[in-house]
């Protein structure tokens, strides 16, 4: 089983509007209403793909019960934490000319509650392989990813980690299975600007020496690059056509590599499967389908 923590999830409103303006009154022309939340959109990919998953983390108040809601709509088997304080966030995306975001800050978790996380935690065994992803609440300390990973460390999971900055700092010395942060945020890591591929590379086999196994760096429409466990790179373009929604693309390429890599074992399928699902979820309304994916599979060179 893969089991994703997704310790800030959202609502995530998506609308569009023509010719948006800032201090105006605007009309949306087409809005959804999804579940979001990093972890959670890996568990959805993975659910499409028919791969056993289970969503853990924390939501409250109304927000949280139609996230739920929306969870089971979806199919994916969930076991989160209903908090005392605090609503699940609300995410807005408003879709015009370009993309603008206004992020809600999420509730606050106690420690009794971050200790019930835990303990569902611990029933994992060898065979699952567990993704720590997304932001935290405020609430939470930045060690929080490294520390779920100290309490698992005897029983040798595969942990997956996306997340920025400290967060994913933090955790390099645990030697997570894979880390995928985009271009920029692998810039962010080392305080640098990077404009090459060439560059990417250097920064990833730079992360690889400072614990990860794999590193996935998304490109965003030029693709992706991984450097894997025995040093080998692999470089992609981008596949799918023209973006309707980059929301959930790099969630979709970390399901897509877990799901590459248990079918045939090898860090080569994994790749392809990470792009197809990016891909194919960057040219989707919502999330990609199983479907959608092998589509793509033929377009990778």
């Known amino acids: 089983m893969i089991a994703t923590v997704t310790l800030n999830p959202s609502l995530d409103y998506i609308a569009n509007v023509k010719n948006f303006k800032i201090g105006a009154l605007n009309r949306t022309t087409h809005e959804l209403i999804l579940p979001g939340g990093k972890g959670t959109n890996v568990s959805i990919v993975l659910k499409n793909l028919e791969i056993d998953t ?5 939501c409250g108040g109304f927000s949280g019960y139609e996230f739920e809601r929306l969870l089971t709509l979806n199919s994916v088997s969930s076991s989160f934490i209903y908090v005392k304080d605090g609503n699940t966030r609300i995410n807005v995306k408003i879709h015009g000319d370009c993309e603008t975001e206004l992020n809600g800050k999420g509730p606050k978790i106690s420690v009794k509650e971050l200790e019930e996380l835990f303990t569902k935690l611990d029933k994992l065994n060898s065979d699952d392989i567990l993704v ?50 985009n271009k920029v945020e ?10 090459s591929e060439k560059e990417v590379i250097k920064y990833a086999k730079k992360l690889r020496k400072l614990g990860a196994q794999n590193v996935l760096v998304s490109l965003g429409k030029d693709g992706a690059i991984l450097v894997d466990k025995n040093d080998q790179i692999h470089i992609s373009k981008a596949v799918g056509g023209k973006v309707v929604n980059s929301v959930g693309a790099g969630d979709s390429m970390v399901a897509g590599f877990l799901a590459g890599y248990l079918k ?20 989707s309304h919502f999330l990609a389908t199983k479907e959608e994916i092998y589509n793509l599979l033929d377009e990778i060179k």
């Open 54 to 58: 289970m969503a853990f983390g924390f």
């Open 132 to 181: 720590l992803a997304g932001s935290i609440p405020s609430s939470l300390p930045n060690t929080i990813y490294s520390d779920i990973m100290d309490r698992l460390t005897k029983k040798h999971i595969k942990i997956v980690v996306d997340t920025t900055k400290t967060l994913l700092l933090n955790v390099l010395d645990k030697e997570p299975f894979l880390i995928k942060p």
């Open 186 to 195: 692998l810039g962010e890591l080392f305080n640098v600007e990077i404009k």
């Open 264 to 283: 045939n074992n090898n860090y080569k399928d994994a790749f392809k499967f990470s792009i197809c699902a990016g891909g194919a979820s960057a040219v």
